[in-house]
């Protein structure tokens, strides 16, 4: 099992739809949790830290559930300029406090 | 915010040959850099941990002897990928931890795409 998965995808959304993304995370050493996006050829942008409180960040909402071990990125109002691949990632405890990605989820924003 | 780089951004050697990765933090010390590797279509795999002024710690399933990585000062991490072959063809990016910052922030270098004739 990998130690943290995610909607296979790729999403295809029209301008303006909501898109959730899901990951969950096997690691009981995670301790800091985000969500990153990157674009082709390019290196992963940090979207957004999320917190148990859950968080915003304009049309972003990203939540953490720690009991099960699931992290969640809500996007409203999608437009053109989100597509991308969204990873999850967390950050152990343990092991140098080392980030491990999920294998990422494309979403495709068609006008 | 914090800038790491890499040289070379990309690279093209031929069989069997080394290539030496470089990955600065520009304006920060950085105490831990991390090395990934990313196929295509697929994640980014961290490969190493690396601290400065000591071994680096490998991930399993990579080779030490193979990818080799030497942190000498707050600010360089390098990675050498030796005797390349076409399968170690990919993505590689390195990341960096800040001195004194909190632990949730790690700062990607823009990454070296590597192509091994």
């Known amino acids: 099992r990998k130690e943290v998965e995610q909607d296979p995808g790729p999403f295809n959304v029209p301008e303006g739809a909501t898109v959730a993304f899901n990951c969950t995370y096997s690691?009981?050493?995670?301790?800091?949790f985000f969500w990153y996006r990157q674009d082709c050829r390019k290196e992963p942008k940090l979207l957004m830290s999320v917190y148990s409180s859950g968080n915003e960040d304009g049309r972003f909402t990203a939540q953490l559930n720690r009991a099960s071990q699931y992290i969640s990125l809500l996007i409203r109002d999608s437009k053109l300029s989100d597509s991308a691949t969204y990873l999850c990632a967390v950050t152990l405890s343990t092991g140098g406090f080392k980030t491990i990605f999920g294998a990422g989820t494309r979403l495709f924003v068609k006008a | 915010g914090a800038v790491v780089s890499q040289h070379p951004s990309w690279v093209i050697c031929k069989s069997g040959t080394s290539v030496k990765i470089e990955c600065r933090s520009l304006?920060?010390?950085?105490?831990?850099m991390f090395w990934y590797r990313q196929f295509p279509k697929q994640s980014l795999m961290l490969m190493a941990t690396?601290?400065?002024?000591?071994?680096?710690?490998?991930e399993q399933g990579v080779e030490k002897d193979k990818f080799l990585i030497n942190h000498a000062s707050l600010t360089l991490s390098t990675l050498t990928v030796t005797s390349a072959h076409p399968e170690d063809s990919s993505f590689y990016i390195c990341s960096a931890r800040a001195r004194l910052a909190g632990l949730n922030e790690q700062f990607f270098g823009p990454g070296t795409r590597l192509t091994v004739l």
């Open positions: 690396s601290n400065e002024g000591s071994k680096a710690t490998y």
């Open positions: 304006d920060f010390q950085a105490t831990t």
């Open positions: 690691n009981s050493a995670s301790q800091s």
